[in-house]
Structures are given as structure tokens and as C-alpha cells.
């Protein structure tokens, strides 16, 4: 199978669920387990779609197998739980009750807490009642990694962007990358996954030297 950048998610019977967003790669094994798809044109909803619900991948579609046809019983990618916050005063699980309306900011460095109370917006300043805590629906160790994403060679030089990753049918374990350079004129060069040295959700960097990638051959995605 090959997952291409933007490619089309579709169901069984033809209707288009989204397009690819992501891969989810375990760096050490370099298997694909799932792909990360953007739901919608507006509001983008980004759900998770395992190897195991897909029946083929092409370069212009993944197409799932029969009976998934419902996007919204897929995962989100991310989900967000809100935690109280355990102080004096404040019962564990429940939230205290403030003058309404209260809209809570949240932290960013160097600049405080800030609620917006009945006197104005600078009116208060305290803690909102809970932290955010967010959970990614991938397995421990994965990286969702980025259509598009920067790759390095191991002297630190960019050396093209991730546009397409192979992998072998059976064992659902990246083989390639397709990368490409060039502003004008695209040069497509196709890696082998054993040359990755380390992965992160924007990019990957390989254990050769830029010398090696230049020696390669202009790669034809149809070949």
C-alpha cells in the first residue's frame, strides 16, 4: 500500500470521508498502524483510521473496507479532559461556582490567569478551576507523522519532504519514502526506511550524508 499526501479517505460504496492527514509510524519497528484523517471543510474534525480497516491504498485514494462507513463512530485523533484542580477549598471533580460569565484563558507564558467578570475584563485574576489534559487515540510509542514533513540527512542538511510512504501489504511496515526537493523543478528521490535514523511529528532525519541522497537516482513515481 502507499499513503499519499491529501489523498481522498473514501468508504467502500465511493463517498468521501476526508483526506489524509498523518501517518502513525512506530520510529523502531517502522510499521504503519494508523492513518490520521481531516473530517470536513470548515470545521475540520481529524479521526483515526487503523491499517486494519483499510482495504486498499492507491495513490489517489484509501479506500476502507465494507461495513465502516459511519465517520463519526471513528475515534478523534485527540480527545481533551478537563481536570479539577485539587486546592483548599475547591471539592475534588466538582467545579466551584463564579459570577457569571467567567471565560478562563489559558497559560501562556509570562502572562497571568485573567476572567472576565461583571466589572470588565481586567476585572479579576485567579486561576481557572481545572487544567486541560489531552489524549492522543494512537499507541504508546507511535508518532503521528505529517504529510509533508522535513527531512535531514545526518550532517544536518534538509534534503527534500516526505510525499508518499510505501509499505509492504502483508506486514503493514513502512519500506520507502518518496521525498521531493526543489522549488521550481521537483526532484523525487525514494529512501529506504532503514536508512531513518529518528522520527518526529514534522520531521525525519536519516543516518546518511547528504553526498548518498545526491547519488541517488531521480525516482518516477509510475516506474
Not at 492522543?136 to 522535513?150: C, F, K, W, Y
Amino acid at each position: 500500500m502507499q499513503f499519499v499526501e491529501d489523498a481522498d479517505l473514501v468508504t467502500s460504496t465511493g463517498e468521501k470521508i476526508g483526506r489524509v492527514d498523518r501517518v502513525v509510524i512506530d520510529p523502531q519497528s517502522h510499521e504503519v498502524t494508523h492513518v490520521v484523517v481531516k473530517k470536513g471543510l470548515l470545521l475540520t474534525r481529524e479521526k483515526v483510521v487503523s491499517v486494519e480497516q483499510i482495504d486498499t491504498a492507491t495513490e489517489e485514494k484509501v479506500i476502507l473496507k465494507k461495513g465502516i462507513d459511519d465517520p463519526d463512530k471513528l475515534p478523534d485523533f485527540e480527545e481533551k479532559h478537563y481536570i479539577p484542580i485539587n486546592r483548599p477549598g475547591v471539592e475534588q471533580g466538582r467545579l466551584p461556582e463564579y459570577p457569571s460569565p467567567v471565560v478562563w484563558y489559558y497559560p501562556v507564558p509570562g502572562i497571568p490567569w485573567r476572567g472576565t467578570g461583571p466589572y470588565g475584563p481586567y476585572a479579576s485574576y485567579s486561576e481557572p478551576p481545572y487544567v486541560i489534559k489531552t489524549e492522543r487515540n494512537i499507541p504508546d510509542h507511535t508518532v503521528a507523522l505529517e504529510q509533508g514533513s522535513s527531512v535531514y540527512s545526518k550532517n544536518g542538511e534538509h534534503v527534500g519532504d516526505v510525499k508518499r510512504i510505501y509499505t509492504e501489504p502483508k506486514e503493514n511496515r513502512a519500506t520507502h519514502l518518496l521525498i521531493s526537493r526543489g522549488v521550481l523543478t521537483k526532484e523525487a528521490k525514494l529512501i529506504p526506511t532503514f536508512w531513518i535514523d529518528k522520527v518526529t511529528e514534522n520531521a525525519i532525519r536519516l543516518s546518511v550524508d547528504t553526498d548518498v541522497i545526491d547519488r541517488l537516482p531521480e525516482y518516477s513515481p509510475s516506474e
